[in-house]
């Protein structure tokens, strides 16, 4: 039957990854030092004993699912398959093969407690920022810088810590002794607001720019626009540019046109036809109600459902289980949704283009906009097929049509490049701003790459 899902299969093709697509002037980003975890997060020298009479995390907390702080490593032994594998731990590791640090046992201990601590303030829900701070003292008393600068921007906020200024400046000032350019910032901070003795702009400026120079996206945002709004410094719009530049580069470099933009994600079924309502709370009152209708054999609602689960990348699982449920009853974009969980790489589910291409096809062979795309992204990299761009055009103009915000993107990718189609730059604008109308973040930064560079159209800072 045509309803039924096909099987699984394994692939060595490279994966659906759009974030490879080539926007206009998009320059591979820089290495930033706070990506080089082991160049400076863990001081190699012993730490400083801290003062014992400085007020810090209540170790007897009493609230409820958190442990007292002798019982973290036991904690950790339970939610960690590899306690040492800080690669596991953290997605964005690099290693730096011109300056590796030997790390000592304790020294990887400290820096799996802090990733650790990291995932459970990063997370898409149930955020446990208690727990994450105790871990942060764990991994502090271990050395670990990084962990002693979460500790200082909490002491610095007075949020989960109490409000300690002082012991917020001892933590930075750790850091800037080994040039982390996150303690930079925060004395930056420090200066810029007073918090400090003998505090100053210019002290503030100092340091804010030892951060912005090291590529700490904070300070370059920060940097940008002072000189934006001439803030303490002289008016400089091609300055404040380059660092807004960078940031956004970093950004793009990041976000995949697989996943949906960050709205497009959260637009589910009931709202796919007010484009403009995109402030949903996925509250767990949501939750409840699509799982009812969804319970009772809904098509829509299981569609509804599979894609609250799916924006909360944590349960990918339950995303499979209905879309699978709608798909089986004929709806389209469920169908897309299933070929998109198989080309993405995730913890839950197994990545295989193989089965991607088949649930997108058949998305296709009904006219969904999303699994065009899907599809023309496939093509598009070669990923379970051979590479295409002519196929891979038609499909994205075919998504495009009906107004989808990722075959617009593509288009505008295609046309910028001369991918597929003849270059005209004037047509990729068209697109580029036809899907930044749906908020696609890749939309924005392209075409700012093209006002910044003068690509088809008369360059403009300010713009």
Same mark, same amino acid.
């Given at each position: 039957?045509?309803?039924?899902?096909?099987?699984?299969?394994?692939?060595?093709?490279?994966?659906?990854?759009?974030?490879?697509?080539?926007?206009?002037?998009?320059?591979?980003?820089?290495?930033?030092?706070?990506?080089?975890?082991?160049?400076?997060?863990?001081?190699?020298?012993?730490?400083?004993?801290?003062?014992?009479?400085q007020q810090e995390i209540d170790v007897n907390s009493q609230q409820e699912n958190i442990d007292p702080l002798n019982k973290i490593d036991d904690y950790l032994a339970s939610v960690t398959d590899s306690p040492l594998d800080i690669k596991q731990i953290d997605e964005d590791f690099q290693e730096d093969d011109d300056d590796k640090v030997p790390l000592t046992p304790e020294m990887e201990h400290? =820096?799996?407690?802090?990733?650790?601590?990291?995932?459970?303030? =990063?997370?898409?829900?149930?955020?446990?920022?208690?727990?994450?701070?105790? *871990?942060?003292?764990?991994?502090?008393?271990?050395?670990?810088?990084?962990?002693?600068?979460?500790?200082?921007?909490?002491?610095?906020?007075?949020?989960?810590?109490?409000?300690?200024?002082?012991?917020?400046?001892?933590?930075?000032?750790? &850091?800037?002794?080994?040039?982390?350019?996150?303690?930079?910032? &925060?004395?930056?901070?420090?200066?810029?607001?007073?918090?400090?003795?003998?505090?100053?702009?210019?002290?503030?400026?100092?340091?804010?720019?030892?951060?912005?120079?090291? +590529?700490?996206?904070?300070?370059?945002?920060?940097?940008?626009?002072?000189?934006? +709004?001439?803030?303490?410094?002289?008016?400089?719009?091609?300055?404040? *540019?380059?660092?807004?530049?960078?940031?956004?580069?970093?950004?793009?470099?990041?976000?995949?046109?697989?996943?949906?933009?960050?709205?497009? +994600?959260?637009?589910?079924?009931?709202?796919?036809?007010?484009?403009?309502?995109?402030?949903?709370?996925?509250?767990?009152?949501?939750?409840?109600?699509?799982?009812?209708?969804?319970?009772?054999?809904?098509?829509?609602?299981q569609y509804g459902l599979g894609q609250l689960y799916y924006i909360r990348d944590t349960a990918f699982d339950k995303a499979l289980y209905y879309f699978r449920l709608a798909a089986e009853k004929g709806n389209t974009n469920a169908l897309a949704y299933l070929g998109k969980l198989y080309s993405e790489k995730n913890?839950?589910?197994?990545?295989?283009?193989?089965?991607?291409?088949?649930?997108?096809?058949?998305?296709?062979?009904?006219?969904?906009?999303?699994?065009?795309?899907?599809?023309?992204?496939?093509?598009?990299?070669?990923?379970?097929?051979?590479? =295409?761009?002519?196929?891979?055009?038609? *499909?994205?103009?075919?998504?495009?049509?009906?107004?989808?915000?990722?075959?617009?993107?593509?288009?505008?990718?295609?046309?910028? =490049? &001369?991918?597929?189609?003849?270059?005209?730059?004037?047509?990729?604008?068209?697109?580029?701003?036809?899907?930044?109308?749906?908020?696609?973040?890749?939309?924005?930064?392209?075409?700012?790459?093209?006002?910044?560079?003068?690509?088809?159209?008369?360059?403009?800072?300010?713009?």
């Amino acid at each position: 039957p045509d309803a039924q899902i096909p099987p699984s299969t394994d692939t060595s093709t490279q994966p659906t990854d759009p974030s490879e697509s080539k926007p206009v002037k998009n320059d591979k980003p820089s290495k930033s030092k706070q990506d080089r975890i082991i160049k400076y997060r863990i001081k190699k020298e012993q730490t400083i004993p801290e003062q014992n009479n400085q007020q810090e995390i209540d170790v007897n907390s009493q609230q409820e699912n958190i442990d007292p702080l002798n019982k973290i490593d036991d904690y950790l032994a339970s939610v960690t398959d590899s306690p040492l594998d800080i690669k596991q731990i953290d997605e964005d590791f690099q290693e730096d093969d011109d300056d590796k640090v030997p790390l000592t046992p304790e020294m990887e201990h400290a =820096n799996t407690v802090y990733h650790h601590a990291m995932k459970l303030i =990063n997370g898409t829900i149930n955020r446990q920022y208690e727990m994450a701070y105790k *871990l942060f003292k764990k991994a502090a008393d271990l050395g670990h810088i990084g962990a002693k600068e979460e500790l200082a921007f909490g002491h610095l906020m007075g949020v989960y810590l109490p409000m300690d200024f002082q012991r917020a400046k001892a933590y930075f000032d750790e &850091g800037i002794a080994i040039g982390s350019p996150q303690s930079h910032y &925060g004395i930056s901070l420090m200066n810029s607001v007073g918090l400090i003795a003998n505090a100053s702009i210019s002290k503030a400026l100092v340091h804010l720019t030892l951060a912005a120079g090291d +590529r700490y996206h904070l300070a370059q945002m920060a940097l940008a626009y002072r000189y934006w +709004r001439s803030i303490n410094v002289a008016y400089n719009c091609e300055s404040a *540019l380059m660092f807004y530049q960078q940031v956004a580069t970093h950004v793009a470099s990041k976000i995949s046109t697989a996943s949906g933009q960050l709205i497009q +994600r959260i637009r589910l079924h009931d709202e796919e036809q007010h484009p403009t309502q995109n402030n949903i709370m996925l509250d767990n009152n949501l939750l409840q109600y699509y799982q009812l209708l969804a319970d009772r054999g809904d098509p829509q609602a299981q569609y509804g459902l599979g894609q609250l689960y799916y924006i909360r990348d944590t349960a990918f699982d339950k995303a499979l289980y209905y879309f699978r449920l709608a798909a089986e009853k004929g709806n389209t974009n469920a169908l897309a949704y299933l070929g998109k969980l198989y080309s993405e790489k995730n913890d839950y589910i197994k990545q295989d283009n193989q089965t991607a291409i088949q649930f997108f096809q058949r998305a296709v062979e009904k006219g969904n906009p999303i699994g065009q795309a899907g599809l023309g992204l496939a093509y598009y990299h070669g990923a379970g097929v051979e590479k =295409n761009y002519a196929k891979a055009f038609k *499909l994205f103009q075919l998504s495009a049509d009906q107004s989808y915000v990722e075959g617009q993107l593509m288009l505008g990718v295609m046309y910028s =490049n &001369g991918e597929g189609t003849k270059q005209d730059f004037k047509l990729a604008m068209k697109w580029f701003q036809a899907a930044s109308q749906s908020g696609h973040v890749l939309a924005y930064y392209n075409l700012a790459q093209m006002h910044a560079t003068g690509t088809g159209v008369l360059r403009s800072c300010t713009t």
